[in-house]
């Protein structure tokens, strides 16, 4: 005899993807388009989900690795016509934000900082204490720009317009991403690309945020009081989970807290 199941409707599921620290490559833990990829294709795959939350936290880092997440995570939304929510923790700046444009919708705290669309380049300069301490400096090169704002050589005016003209095309790049997928949302009278950062609630008036919201409200007023969520993150390097590699990774911590401490974290 044929049993018939009675049709059940199952709670919707949203994969909660958590963006958290510095982009960059390398075996230093931050967020890389490599190590967030079989990550990200798993929560657009597994099943079918409602939606997919983002939740940022992040001061920036590589532009390269920042259009590389946020290019794969639009990809995979459109392909498979699922709506992506991203969510601004402490702050979404400069890489931080162009990850945060790849949702559909951006929510924030009142107190994150959001913004800094803009491009650095920053170095320091030991010439004067090697020239004091009498260290010679010996540079051979093939090659006019091999050198170029080599800091333990004086600045050259010269090395600074490349430097400019390359970071052009980056802040570019970055300010199209940002209204190709904020659009008419932004406020047109204002200017928002000068690497300028603001509160949550500024961003909202700004148009560079949709609106003050915590992840599970938002989600339960969105989908359902019965929406699960299902946590998605990275797990750290083998290497810096069995404390090995120590002197690199000091080294790798000085940096990223120096991107952190821009923005008061």
Not at 73 to 87: D, G, K, T
Not at 105 to 113: A, K
Request: charged content about 25%; overall charge positive.
């Amino acid at each position: 005899m044929k049993q018939y199941i009675p049709f059940i409707r199952k709670d919707p599921v949203v994969p909660v993807i958590r963006l958290q620290g510095v982009i960059a490559t390398g075996p230093r833990g931050g967020l890389s388009d490599q190590g967030l990829a079989s990550l990200i294709e798993k929560a657009f795959r597994r099943g079918k989900p409602a939606g997919v939350a983002l939740v940022i936290n992040s001061p920036g880092g590589s532009p390269v690795q920042s259009s590389l997440i946020a290019a794969r995570i639009r990809r995979l939304a459109e392909e498979h016509e699922v709506r992506v929510h991203a969510f601004v923790e402490d702050v979404a700046a400069s890489g931080g934000y162009w990850l945060a444009c790849a949702g559909d919708e951006i929510w924030v705290d009142e107190s994150s900082i959001v913004g800094s669309i803009g491009v650095i380049f920053a170095s320091f300069g030991f010439h004067d204490f090697m020239t004091r301490n009498g260290i010679e400096r010996r540079v051979h090169t093939a090659g006019r720009s091999k050198s170029l704002a080599d800091p333990f050589l004086p600045e050259k005016a010269e090395d600074i317009e490349r430097l400019k003209a390359l970071q052009e095309p980056i802040h570019r790049a970055f300010i199209d991403h940002v209204k190709r997928n904020r659009g008419a949302r932004l406020d047109e009278s204002a200017d928002l690309f000068n690497a300028d950062i603001w509160t949550g609630q500024q961003a909202v008036r700004l148009g560079l945020a949709d609106g003050v919201a915590h992840l599970v409200p938002k989600m339960q007023e969105i989908y359902g009081e019965k929406v699960r969520l299902v946590p998605y993150g990275q797990r750290r390097p083998l290497l810096q989970r069995l404390g090995m590699n120590l002197f690199g990774h000091v080294l790798s911590e000085i940096e990223d807290r120096s991107l952190w401490a821009r923005y008061g974290l």
